[in-house]
Structure formats: C-alpha cells, structure tokens
C-alpha cells in the first residue's frame, strides 16, 4: 500500500469543490455537533494511549534514573535492563500472534498510507459515478480499527519498541470520524472527508498540544501544498476542542519550555541555522528513511510470523550496547524520544552526554532501535523520531564547533536544536507550513526566524533535488 502521488493529491485537491458548498443552518449545526464529537472521542482514544505509554515508560526506564555511571546502582540496572528486554521481546510476541488474526494486519506501520487510502477512496468512488461513494468506507472496520490500532502501537512502543505515536493516531482520528458518520447516515463525501480531517487534527493536538500546527498538518498531509478551507476550518474548530480538553482537564504542559531570545538576529544565526538544516539535519532525517530500506530487506528473511518477535530482540540489542559500553540509559534509545529532545533543548540533559561524541551515538542507536521497530511489523510514527533526529543533530553541530575551538559568542544551542527540528519535518515528512507552525507554537516566536529561513530553504533544496518520495 502506497502513499498516492504528488499528482493524484494535487489533482484531487484541485478537484476538491468543497469550498464552493453553502451550507445551510441545519448542515452547519449538524457538522459542528458532530466535528466536536469527533474531536472529544479522538480525545478520550488518543488521551488512552498516551496515559498507557507513559506510565509503561515511567515503570521500564526509572531505574535509570540516579544518575550517570552510578556504580552503586550498575547491578541493579543490568537486572532492569534484562527487564527491558524481556518486555521488549513479550511484546514482540504478542504482537506476532495477534498479527496471525484478520483485521490486525490492517493495523501495524504507521498507518497514515493506510489512513490517505480510506480518504481518497471518496474521490475514486465519486469519479466512477458510485451512488453512494461512502459505502465502501463504512463496510470497514471504524472504531474496531481504531482500538486495535491503540492496543498494536501500546504493544510496539510502550513495552520498549522505538518510534512515535503520531503516526498510529492519523489513523485512529481517520476511524473514528468514519465511524461517527456511519452512525449518523452521512451520505456527502464531502461532509466525511471533513470529518476525517477533524479526527487527525484532535489526535495531533492531543499528541503535541499544538491546535494550529495541527490542524495545518492535517490539511498538508491530505493535500499536499494545497489547503482546502472549508475541511480546514472544521479541523481548526477540532483542534480547539481538544486543546481545550487537553488543559482543562489534563493539565497538560508544553512540549518545551519557552527559551525567549533576543529580537535581535546576527547574521551568524541565520548562517548557521541554514547551515545546520541543509547540510546536517535533513539528511539526517532523509538517512533514517534510507535506513528503513535496507533493514526492510534485512527483516523480510525472518519468516512472517516471528519478524515482531525478532524486531523487538533487535530493538533492545542497540539499547542494551549502547548502555554496555557506554553507559547511555535506555530511555534515550528506546521508546518515543521526546524527552530527550526536550532534555538537550532546555540543557537539563546529563552533563556527561551534553558533548558531540555521546549525543552522535544516541542518534545512530535510536535511528537503528526504530528502523528494526518499525520494519519488523511494529505500529508506530515517524515524526517525533525524525524530530529527534534532526533536533539532537542540530545539538551535535553546536558542540562540536565548540569542542573544535570555533567561537560561538552570539549563536545560542536553541537556534541549532529548533532548526534541525523543523528542518526535519520539512525533509522527512514534506509539511513546511506546519514545521513553522509548531516552531510558533512549540518553542515561541521569538525562535521562529532562523527557523523559518532554514524550512524554506530546505524545502527548496530538498525538491529540487527530488528526495521527497
């Protein structure tokens, strides 16, 4: 199953006559009840899985919590981390067993191919003159598909396995939208692909708090670089909602801690911040899908029913070396990686990793622990980790420089860190617009010039060049 081609986005967008409907107070009425059902069970699901990896994470990785090199503890974190493993692998059966069952292939990778597929399929059915173009979407599992899906993703990352939960929830908001419609008899294309839009829109702020860049992403991912108002506003109005839920009833806390900067940009920021993005982030990103080609190649020997199994004893061989010989905790290797990212963001990250050497071992290792995840059958995403990649490479860029003598009186760690994470957005998964909207959102304005010379440039430089798949 294959992402649809640039051509077929754009031609269906163009096709796209949504922005010419004029609802009337009955359709609007009934589009904004159901847009906000919609946003609150995406929600509820999204809120689930993300509670379920947490407390997992918190209970695998806090023996590794006292500190570096800690050799009154290193006994007891060699037991914890034979745990590790051991949970790593059960997962990785479990995974493998359940996979043998109809309806749970449907639901391993990342799910957003899959989640494009259900969209357009509206489209093609609509061309061929089908009387009721979403009868095709609706003989499908919907929330069936979406709780399968939360429960394979919790499997793969929350025992252990590396990779987002970005992805998964693409297609969890997809399902349950879909599912909404069919109980409530909705017959317009168009009216479900709104929908649709609205549920991943409510899973990504859930994931990353960041109502705009949400529903920007949304709108990016379906179309391409084209934006469809009227779909476009029903996944802002979701977006809200579920931010909203979000603070008022989770109290949930930014991504990361707003590091103001100066007004005030030398030119050496915008030099090395384009610099850091095209030369060392992007392809960093764009290595790690290089990546998951050749291990793809590697995991189709191991038979079909034991690839999990086998991914999973993968996955925790990285983690476990890397902590071996270089006494690198697991929780920077394993699992989704945001903290870490967030770690070296806001330097709070171990002393001893805050140099160029440890933080390149981490990038390697964690690019090697998702590959095998993902390429094994597991149901995880690829934003977050090609935000790691690109953030802690960015990181890597400005150590080095110091540790190389070069003098960095005016240029700050974050102008690296954020442009190699937006960067990576824009190389990895083609959404420039929505990489500087969460640098606005997820780090603050005053970060966002660099940032966004180096997306555009990147952007440019990755097209031109035909890396985009």
Not at 194 to 221: C, H, K, R
Not at 225 to 232: A, T, V
Not at 287 to 299: T, W
Not at 372 to 377: E, R, Y
Request: hydrophobic residues 50%; charged residues 15%.
């Amino acid at each position: 199953m294959h992402k649809p081609d640039k051509n077929f986005l754009h031609m269906r967008a163009n096709e796209d006559r949504s922005h010419l409907i004029t609802e009337d107070w009955g359709a609007l009425f009934r589009n904004l009840f159901l847009t906000t059902l919609v946003a609150i069970t995406t929600w509820c699901f999204t809120t689930v899985l993300l509670w379920a990896n947490h407390h997992a994470h918190t209970w695998l990785f806090h023996p590794f919590k006292d500190g570096f090199s800690n050799p009154t503890h290193h006994h007891f974190n060699f037991n914890a981390m034979w745990m590790i493993l051991g949970v790593l692998i059960l997962g990785g059966i479990i995974r493998d067993i359940l996979l043998r069952f109809s309806g749970w292939p449907d639901v391993k990778g990342d799910g957003v191919r899959s989640a494009l597929k259900e969209f357009y399929q509206a489209y093609q059915e609509q061309l061929r003159g089908t009387p009721n173009p979403n009868e095709l979407r609706y003989q499908k599992p919907t929330f069936m598909a979406a709780i399968r899906r939360i429960i394979l993703t919790f499997l793969t990352v929350g025992t252990g396995g590396s990779g987002g939960v970005e992805g998964p929830a693409i297609p969890v908001g997809e399902s349950i939208a879909s599912g909404w419609s069919k109980l409530f008899k909705i017959a317009s294309p168009d009216d479900l692909r709104l929908l649709q839009m609205s549920g991943i829109s409510a899973a990504f702020v859930t994931l990353l708090n960041a109502p705009y860049m949400a529903a920007i992403f949304a709108s990016e991912v379906i179309f391409s670089d084209r934006f469809i108002y009227r779909p476009l506003f029903y996944s802002l109005v979701a977006a809200i909602i579920a931010y909203f839920l979000n603070n008022h009833f989770l109290h949930v806390a930014p991504l990361f801690t707003f590091r103001p900067h100066a007004q005030f940009y030398p030119p050496s920021e915008y030099l090395y911040a384009t610099f850091t993005a095209i030369l060392i982030s992007a392809p960093a990103a764009l290595g790690l899908r290089l990546l998951f080609k050749k291990l793809r190649i590697i995991v189709k020997i191991v038979p079909m029913p034991l690839q999990a199994t086998v991914g999973a004893i993968l996955t925790g061989a990285v983690a476990f070396i890397v902590w071996s010989i270089w006494d690198i905790p697991p929780e920077h290797i394993l699992g989704v990686g945001e903290k870490t990212l967030s770690a070296v963001y806001e330097g709070t990250l171990d002393i001893h990793l805050q140099q160029w050497w440890p933080l390149l071992i981490i990038v390697l290792a964690k690019a090697l622990a998702t590959g095998f995840t993902l390429m094994a059958g597991g149901s995880a995403g690829l934003l977050i980790p090609s935000m790691f990649m690109g953030g802690i490479s960015g990181a890597i860029v400005y150590y080095a420089l110091l540790a190389i003598g070069v003098q960095l009186p005016l240029v700050t760690p974050e102008v690296f860190i954020v442009s190699g994470v937006a960067s990576a957005l824009v190389a990895v998964i083609e959404v420039p617009i929505a990489a500087i909207a969460f640098v606005l959102e997820g780090f603050g304005a005053s970060l966002a010039p660099p940032a966004i010379a180096a997306c555009v440039l990147c952007h440019m430089v990755v097209k031109r060049l035909r890396l985009y798949s």
